[in-house]
């Protein structure tokens, strides 16, 4: 069973910076597409980014392109969100997802999901 928790998120001022990470067990991941979603009250939940296996390919939502950063280290089984010049429409919880199609946008695709973690962005 594969378990997915992440960490890193917290409060902070428009055009401030957090990253996020999300930590897997029970099951190395180093083979498998992985993902951020977000969701915001109200909100179905959305795409913001993708990341091959290796690293090697990343995809973006327009709206965080240029500003959030996706990566990976299978070493340690961990994937990472840098996101910088925060934005107040940029509050969510933010999910970690696993094991969806190469650079798929879709929820219902990704097998595996974390609990979330809170970002809120004040103006």
């Known amino acids: 069973q594969v378990r997915l928790v992440e960490s890193g998120g917290g409060s902070v001022q428009a055009g401030g910076s957090l990253r996020l990470s999300c930590a897997a067990s029970?099951?190395?991941?180093?083979?498998?597409?992985m993902g951020w979603f977000r969701q915001a009250p109200g909100k179905e939940r959305e795409f913001v980014a993708t990341v091959s296996w290796s690293g090697g390919s990343t995809n973006y939502a327009d709206s965080v392109k240029g500003r959030f950063t996706i990566s990976r280290d299978n070493a340690e089984n961990t994937m990472y969100l840098q996101m910088n010049s925060l934005k107040p429409e940029d509050t969510a919880v933010y999910y970690c997802?696993?094991?969806?199609?190469?650079?798929?946008?879709?929820?219902?695709?990704?097998?595996?999901w974390g609990q979330g973690t809170q970002v809120t962005v004040s103006s």
């Open positions: 029970g099951r190395t991941l180093s083979t498998y597409t």
């Open positions: 997802a696993a094991g969806g199609w190469p650079a798929s946008r879709l929820v219902n695709e990704y097998g595996y």
